[in-house]
C-alpha cells in the first residue's frame, strides 16, 4: 500500500513568486491536512480538507491556500513568497481526520531567497 | 486550544541505556500519536494511542487520558534512535473535533556509541 506522496521534494523560489505544493493520501483516506514546520515555530496547523471540503484552517495569512480535488489529492499555493515562508512542508493523510492516525509524507522543503 | 509540553527538551544517552519521554496535555483529547523525525524531515509514527499501552518491540508507550499525560520508553537504546520524537493531540473540543493535530516542541534525543 503506497503511503502519503509529496511533490516536489525541494523548491527554491524566489520572493515575491508563488508555489503550489501536491499531496497524495493513501489510497483510501479522505482526509488531507497539512503543516507547515519551522525552526522557530515548530510544526503548525495550515489547514484540513475532507471531501473537498475545507473543514479547519490555522493562523496563517490569506497568501496560503489549499484545495482538495475528487480523488482527495490537495494541493496547497503560497502566493507572493516572503523569507519567512521557507520551511518544511508537510502533509498528512487519514481515513476520516478525526479520531483516527494519520499518516505523513516525506514534506517538500521550500527555501525562499 | 489545546497545550502540548513535551520533556525533557534534550537527552543524551549512552547506547544501551533506557529512556522516557513525557507528554503532557491541557485538555480531553480524541487522538494521541508519537512521531519519530527522521534526518530528512519524515514524520514517521510510532504510535496511535489516545488512551491505554502498546508496546512495539523495544518501544512502548502509555496514555493516560484522565490525567492527560503520555509517556513513550525507549529500552536498550540505539544510535539510530537518535532525532527528535514528537508528540501529536487532536483536542476533544467540546466533544467534537477541529480536524487538527496540535504538536508539543518534541523532544532531541541523541544516542551516543
Known amino acids: 500500500k503506497a503511503g502519503v506522496t509529496q511533490t516536489p521534494r525541494y523548491l527554491i523560489k524566489t520572493r515575491g513568486q508563488q508555489v503550489t505544493l501536491s499531496c497524495s493520501p493513501i489510497?483510501?483516506?479522505?482526509?488531507v491536512s497539512w503543516y507547515q514546520q519551522t525552526p522557530g515555530q515548530g510544526l503548525q496547523f495550515l489547514f484540513e480538507y475532507f471531501s473537498e471540503t475545507q473543514r479547519n484552517k490555522g493562523n496563517f495569512p490569506g497568501r496560503f491556500s489549499g484545495r482538495q480535488f475528487s480523488n482527495s489529492r490537495s494541493e496547497m499555493n503560497v502566493s507572493t513568497l516572503e523569507l519567512g515562508d521557507s520551511a518544511l512542508y508537510l502533509c498528512?493523510?487519514?481515513?476520516?481526520?478525526?479520531?483516527?492516525?494519520?499518516?505523513f509524507g516525506q514534506g517538500t522543503r521550500l527555501t525562499v531567497v | 486550544g489545546i497545550q502540548v509540553e513535551q520533556s525533557p527538551p534534550d537527552l543524551i544517552l549512552q547506547e544501551g541505556a533506557n529512556s522516557t519521554l513525557r507528554c503532557n496535555f491541557s485538555d480531553s483529547v480524541n487522538n494521541l500519536q508519537w512521531f519519530h523525525q527522521n534526518p530528512w524531515g519524515q514524520l514517521i509514527n510510532l504510535f496511535y494511542?489516545?488512551?491505554g499501552t502498546k508496546q512495539n518491540g523495544r518501544l512502548s508507550a502509555t496514555t493516560v487520558a484522565t490525567e492527560r499525560y503520555s509517556l513513550l520508553y525507549i529500552s536498550s537504546s540505539q544510535t539510530t534512535d537518535s532525532g527528535v520524537y514528537f508528540c501529536a493531540v487532536e483536542w476533544a473540543n467540546s466533544g467534537g473535533s477541529n480536524y487538527k493535530l496540535t504538536f508539543g516542541k518534541g523532544t532531541l534525543l541523541t544516542v551516543n556509541p
Open positions: 498528512a493523510s487519514s481515513f476520516r481526520g478525526t479520531n483516527t492516525e494519520a499518516f
Open positions: 489510497s483510501g483516506h479522505r482526509s
Open positions: 494511542i489516545p488512551s
